[in-house]
Structure formats: C-alpha cells, structure tokens
C-alpha cells in the first residue's frame, strides 16, 4: 500500500486528463451529489456530506476537508455506460427505396474518480447482462472498454446502505483501477492508494508516492471498518430465494400497491436496473425515421403489453415482479442478486417503499406460516 497526500490530488487527475481521459467524479447539481466532469480537485464536494431516508436527500457543510465523506447519490456509472437513450438506426426513403444507416457508436474515453465498492459490483452485474451472452450489447461494451476506474472506499454509510449485508461493500475489492481510502486525521489528509489493473500499477508509477506506514493502513481499514458497522439497514440474504417464491399470494403486495406511485423512480436510480423499450419517431413528410433504445421500467403499465394487453395491469403485480426479480429470480438467470444494497431505490422513492422491510415481512410471513404448519395455527405470529 502506498500514500497520496492530499495536495498531490491534483496530479491524479492531471495525470488522467494527459492519458486522454475526460475525469467524471462527484459534483453538486441541484442539490445533489451527481456524476460530472471534474477538472481540478476543487471541483469536488470537499466538507460536503449527505443525510438519506426513505424518500428523502440532503446535504450538509461541514468543517472537514474530506473530499469524499458521503454515499452514492441519484446518479450512478449506468447512465454512461447505458446511457438512457440510444439511437438504433436512421431509415431515409420510401416504401420500397429505403437506405439504413447505423449510427457510430459514441465511446469517450472516461476515468471515474470516487466509484464506491456497490457501483463496480453493479457494474458487474451489468457486464454480465450486456457483455456476457453470445450476443454483446454493442453500445455498452465499447463504452465499458474505454473506462479507467478510480475507486472510493466509503468512509461513511448512509441511512439507506445495505451493502456490508449484500456483500458488495463498503471496500472494493475488484473491478478498480485504482482504490483509495481518504484519512483524515491529527491534521493530516491522505489517500492509501492501491492497483487493481495493469492499467492501474502503470498509473502508479506516475505519482508522487510514498510507501505506507502500518499506523495510516491501520487507519485506512478503520475507516473502512467504520462505515461497514454505522450502515443504516441490512438485508437478511439467507434462503432469500425461498422467501418470495413461497409468497407469491402473500396480502404485503396489495398493502405495497396501496402506498406505490408506480412512478418508476426505483428502476431509474437502480444501478442494476436494465430494462429498456424500443421508439420510432418519423419526420411528417415521412422521409426520415429513427428508432431509439430507450431504459423502460416493470413498473410502466406498458413494460408487459403483449397481443392486445398488459400482463401486469395492477400495481401490486409490479411490485412483486420488480422485487422478486431482484433479489430471488435475478439468481437463477444471472448467478447473483439483481440487488447490490446501495439503497437508492429506498432515498429516491417518493414515497420511502423500503426493499428491506418488505423484504424482512415477507421472511416473518414465511416463519408464521412455517411456525404454523409444525406447531398448529395457535402459534400464528404477527408480522
Ligand atoms: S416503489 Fe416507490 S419509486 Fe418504485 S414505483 Fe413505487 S412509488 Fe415509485
Ligand atoms: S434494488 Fe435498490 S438497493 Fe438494490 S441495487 Fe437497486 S437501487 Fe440499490
């Protein structure tokens, strides 16, 4: 393990924008910590740290120098790597005269700086989608093939985090360039750096280094150690499986549906979420028709219209699709969760619907109904 001071921040950077990468990392939009181009360690939300619930986000200042005191925020590396809307192809002409042209595939060469443990492991999941079957997505690959990742170990977790209990955080530990954990102490600030990558040790080899010293690792992994204990919520992982496939009837998807929007916000700021539809639009003299691969979600009545209808018309279907998929179905189709317990789902749904408390009751129904069947219904507990 080796040190970055503080100061020498700016070289990482400068050293990033001179391999001819474009540095995206965390920047204040609209009162939110997003993903935007960084030109200068100042650019970052030093002191700033967030405060997250269900339903709701915000900021705060503090006194700290920390560049990096705060969990994800609504934007996550899937905009960039899926972006939301793709062009398919361009039709010119008439009926039985008509030329396609296939768009270029647009693959700036990125480096993200402040990645945290769950966004590589959504990313994996992505990969494994997008780039993993007989038929890559084009799109994705070569956007995921120009990317250079600087990864963040979290210093702090949030209200909605339930990584530690996922086990996707909140270290990283694969799919990194770079990892960093930032201490801030005795009136020092430093970076314990490390490489993942061929790429990465060659952009060591860069820096202004030095070697670490046992008393900063020591100080690197409590802080590390920190965040994984302080985390707000957990997700009980064992037999999950089961826990819904054996509540499929269970009276929470109808009591859910009476508290969803079906606003679909939970799918948008999911980084794993990948659901996409397919528009055309044409020009009015009809020369010119474009077809867009557009993110959709199981929570748009749409998403299951098939010969003449939605398969899913009720709210509570949605629900127990979406939730279902993610963390049992998703595990069957894909080998893991669909789930990396980042929490966004949980801030940026309107109305706070919490994956791990709905979660948590489906597993109590199933324990009373299992208590139930081996002990009589005179054991009924409530859930
Ligand atoms: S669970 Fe929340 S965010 Fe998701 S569709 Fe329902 S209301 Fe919207
Ligand atoms: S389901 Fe919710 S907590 Fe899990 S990865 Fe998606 S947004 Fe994050």
């Known amino acids: 393990m080796q040190v970055l001071m503080r100061e020498d921040f700016d070289t990482l950077i400068e050293k990033l924008q001179g391999a001819d990468y474009e540095v995206i990392g965390p920047r204040i939009r609209e009162g939110a910590i997003v993903l935007d181009t960084v030109d200068s360690a100042g650019d970052l939300p030093a002191g700033w740290t967030?405060?997250?619930?269900?339903?709701?986000?915000?900021?705060?200042?503090?006194?700290?120098?920390?560049?990096?005191?705060?969990?994800?925020?609504?934007?996550?590396?899937?905009?960039?790597?899926?972006?939301?809307?793709?062009?398919l192809c361009r039709v010119y002409g008439g009926h039985n005269d008509f030329d396609v042209e296939e768009p270029e595939i647009e693959a700036p060469r990125r480096a993200f700086v402040g990645v945290r443990a769950c966004e590589l492991h959504a990313m994996a999941i992505q990969d494994h989608v997008f780039a993993g079957g007989r038929h890559p997505d084009p799109v994705y690959t070569a956007r995921r093939n120009n990317i250079f990742l600087v990864a963040v170990n979290c210093s702090k977790a949030g209200n909605t985090c339930f990584c530690a209990s996922?086990?996707?955080?909140?270290?990283?530990?694969?799919?990194?360039?770079?990892?960093l954990t930032e201490v801030v102490e005795d009136g020092t600030h430093y970076f314990l750096i490390d490489a993942g990558t061929k790429a990465g040790r060659s952009m060591l080899d860069e820096l202004p280094l030095r070697p670490a010293r046992a008393a900063e690792e020591e100080a690197g992994a409590a802080v590390v150690r920190n965040a994984a204990e302080s985390m707000g919520r957990s997700m009980d992982t064992e037999g999950i499986e089961d826990v819904f496939f054996e509540n499929l009837e269970s009276p929470l998807w109808q009591e859910v549906a009476e508290r969803c929007l079906t606003c679909a916000n939970c799918t948008m700021a999911c980084p794993t979420c990948f659901c996409s539809t397919v528009e055309d639009i044409s020009t009015i003299d009809n020369d010119m028709a474009e077809r867009w691969r557009v993110w959709d979600s199981c929570f748009t009545t749409n998403f299951s219209y098939v010969f003449g209808g939605a398969i899913r018309k009720a709210s509570s279907s949605r629900y127990r699709h979406w939730i279902t998929h993610k963390l049992a179905a998703w595990q069957e189709q894909f080998g893991t969760p669909g789930c990396v317990g980042c929490g966004r789902c949980i801030t940026w749904c309107p109305v706070g619907i919490d994956i791990t408390e709905e979660a948590a009751v489906l597993r109590r129904q199933r324990e009373a109904r299992q208590g139930e069947a081996r002990y009589g219904a005179g054991t009924r507990t409530a859930y």
């Open 166 to 179: 996922m086990g996707t955080g909140p270290e990283a530990t694969a799919h990194y360039d770079l990892a």
């Open 50 to 87: 967030d405060e997250q619930e269900g339903g709701r986000y915000t900021l705060h200042k503090t006194d700290s120098p920390s560049l990096f005191h705060y969990t994800v925020g609504p934007a996550s590396l899937k905009s960039f790597l899926y972006p939301s809307k793709s062009l």
